[in-house]
């Protein structure tokens, strides 16, 4: 089956078959997408936030219902060596999709949780991607970005390459060209401005932690 992309309007978000989201962020996200991806269960899971999937992407076999019974485009993704989101990324990348917020995969099964995460990491020089749980934002990319912030607002840097060379600005603590001297060292730094920026040579997740 064809589908012209052009005919969806940005911005776009793939939904999750995880925990349903509480905090506001991820719902005004989700409120304010224009068009949302859901990835098999996930559709029915959003019909609970009183909101409609303009797509459903997978393997389609957590659906409570057929494919007749959603009123959009049902698509069915059908290699079974990779999981749902990776196959609907896969998608979307092909789709040329330059940017998608991901909600809906965080507080269920541990293992599809970092599953999600290194797809994060693994996708970063595809597609820009941002993750959102309930108590967080997290985005995987290398080389230069600059992120809205606030004042007090907690940052963690992770990176899978300790030898990943780190600058920063806008932080308390700021690397200048620096390494990560242990898988911790990054963790609970603090952002000083409305805005910082982070340089890195190798893939690195920033985690923003929402205000409580």
Request: charged share 25%; glycine share 6%; aromatic share 10%.
């Amino acid at each position: 089956m064809k589908i012209d992309i052009n005919k969806y309007n940005p911005p776009f978000t793939l939904y999750g078959n995880g925990q349903i989201p509480h905090h506001q962020i991820p719902l005004n996200r989700l409120k304010e997408s224009g068009t949302i991806i859901s990835i098999d269960g996930g559709a029915d899971k959003l019909k609970s936030l009183k909101l409609d999937s303009h797509i459903i992407l997978g393997d389609l076999d957590s659906l409570k219902k057929t494919k007749s019974d959603y009123k959009c485009l049902v698509f069915e993704l059908k290699d079974q060596s990779k999981s749902d989101l990776e196959k609907s990324l896969d998608w979307c990348v092909r789709k040329k999709i330059n940017k998608v917020s991901l909600i809906g995969f965080s507080g269920g099964r541990f293992d599809h949780e970092i599953t999600s995460l290194l797809l994060l990491e693994y996708f970063s020089d595809k597609i820009q991607l941002n993750y959102y749980s309930d108590h967080c934002e997290i985005h995987s990319f290398r080389g230069f970005r600059t992120f809205d912030s606030f004042k007090g607002q907690v940052i963690s840097i992770f990176s899978l390459n300790l030898k990943a060379i780190i600058k920063t600005c806008g932080l308390k603590y700021n690397l200048k060209n620096d390494l990560l001297n242990s898988p911790s060292n990054g963790v609970s730094n603090v952002s000083m401005k409305e805005k910082f920026s982070i340089e890195s040579t190798s893939s690195i997740f920033v985690i923003q932690n929402y205000k409580k």
